[in-house]
């Protein structure tokens, strides 16, 4: 047997425990295929099927479950495939997610540091990750708390007819890299590298925002503004709405409108050798924006910022 099987973290948040394993018999894997589709929506089609996850684990990949102790109930699931890119091995991480009521507590946050810790048993130093850049607790998840990086923007990654949050807008993704051992991941990891507030980079580091977003008073969410792509300095700023999986549900043709605004610069300012380095935040008003940082990815790794 494989020694994946015996890998077990206890970790705690929100005041509860938890197991971290991989699935034990067949029946626990189709176990967390129901639940991925409570945290995707409802379809099987949007799951990771158990005929993958048995041989995945036998082959060298990570699927685990995170399971309440005391209820044994799985409530979140990890599921990481090895790649081979550029003549190395590493872990692409192709879901992560915890039932809703689990969410927004700090168990995220653990699980990562298992999915770190397990990788890194293995002798495997990166590990990427696609996320939707829309998704303001992921970015900040991602980037600030994580330390990720990215270069990459994916249009309409999966197609427009999956995952039941985005029906109807397009999949859009930014392809994140993890570099585990590096200065910037260790020290966010720990809580010491810490994000700066947008007041340093609009005064300090003179930063440019390329894409602002203004309330629309009828619905309450953020409209985005026109986007500008002629910006030279070497920091930018670009606005993150605050509830986006709400603002497709109450105003699916303003979601899509961002959708198109946000890839527009991303992809734009990504292509012309930015690196997305982090996320800053007002500390007054909480307005949310992605930083992108003209620098080289050696001096963002040695935990450097603007
Ligand atoms: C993504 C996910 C795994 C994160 O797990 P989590 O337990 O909710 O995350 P944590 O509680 O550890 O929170 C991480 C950080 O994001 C912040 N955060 C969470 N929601 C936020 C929001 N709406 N706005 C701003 N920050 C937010 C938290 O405050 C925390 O940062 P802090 O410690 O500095 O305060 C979970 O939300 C989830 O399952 N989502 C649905 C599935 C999904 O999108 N998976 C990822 C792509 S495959």
Same mark, same amino acid.
């Given at each position: 047997?494989?020694?994946?099987?015996s890998?077990t973290y206890?970790?705690?948040?929100g005041?509860k425990s938890?197991?971290?394993?991989?699935?034990l018999?067949?029946e626990?894997h189709?176990e967390?295929?129901?639940?991925e589709r409570k945290?995707?929506?409802?379809d099987?089609?949007?799951?990771?099927?158990y005929?993958?996850t048995?041989?995945?684990?036998?082959?060298?990949g990570?699927?685990?479950g995170?399971?309440?102790v005391g209820?044994?109930?799985?409530?979140g699931?990890?599921?990481?495939?090895?790649?081979?890119t550029?003549?190395?091995?590493h872990?692409?991480s192709?879901?992560?997610g915890?039932?809703k009521?689990?969410r927004?507590k700090g168990l995220?946050?653990?699980?990562?540091k298992?999915q770190r810790?397990?990788s890194?048993?293995?002798?495997?130093?990166?590990?990427?990750?696609t996320?939707?850049p829309?998704l303001?607790s992921?970015a900040?998840?991602n980037?600030v708390?994580?330390g990720?990086i990215?270069?990459?923007?994916?249009?309409?990654?999966y197609?427009?007819g999956?995952f039941?949050?985005?029906?109807? /807008?397009?999949t859009?993704r930014?392809? *994140?890299?993890w570099?585990?051992?590096? =200065? #910037? +991941?260790t020290?966010?990891?720990e809580g010491?590298?810490l994000w700066?507030?947008l007041d340093y980079?609009l005064?300090?580091?003179e930063a440019?925002?390329?894409?602002e977003?203004?309330l629309d008073s009828?619905k309450?969410?953020l409209?985005?503004?026109k986007?500008?792509?002629i910006?030279?300095?070497?920091v930018?700023?670009?606005?993150?709405?605050?509830?986006?999986?709400?603002?497709i549900?109450g105003?699916?043709?303003?979601a899509?409108?961002?959708?198109l605004a946000?890839r527009l610069v991303?992809?734009h300012?990504l292509n012309r050798?930015?690196?997305l380095?982090d996320?800053?935040?007002d500390? /007054?008003v909480?307005?949310y924006y992605? *930083?992108?940082?003209?620098?080289?990815? =050696? #001096? +963002?790794?040695?935990?450097?910022?603007?």
């Open positions: 047997m494989s020694d994946v099987y890998i206890y970790i705690r948040a005041g938890f197991v971290v394993r991989p699935p018999s067949p626990e189709y967390l295929m129901d639940l945290i995707w929506g409802n099987y089609r949007d799951t990771v099927p005929h993958i048995i041989p995945l684990i036998d082959m060298g990570v699927v685990l995170v399971y309440e209820s044994g109930r799985a409530v699931v990890l599921v990481m495939f090895p790649t081979y550029d003549g190395e091995v872990y692409h192709h879901i992560l915890l039932l009521e689990y927004g995220g946050t653990e699980v990562k298992v810790e397990v890194l048993k293995r002798g495997i130093k990166l590990i990427t990750w996320y939707d829309l303001l992921n900040w998840l980037l708390k994580m990720v990215s270069s990459q923007y994916r249009i309409n990654y197609g427009t999956s039941e949050y985005n029906k109807g /807008v397009e859009d930014l392809m *994140v890299r570099y585990l051992t590096s =200065e #910037r +991941v020290s966010r990891i010491k590298g700066k507030p980079y005064h300090d580091a440019t925002i390329v894409l977003g203004s009828k309450g969410f409209r985005p503004g986007p500008n792509l910006a030279r300095a070497p930018i700023l670009v606005r993150i709405p605050k509830d986006f999986e709400r603002m549900r105003d699916l043709q303003l899509k409108e961002w959708r946000s991303l992809s300012y050798g930015y690196l380095a996320v800053t935040k500390s /007054v909480a307005r992605y *930083v992108l940082w003209r620098a080289s990815e =050696e #001096r +963002v790794l040695r935990g450097e910022l603007p």
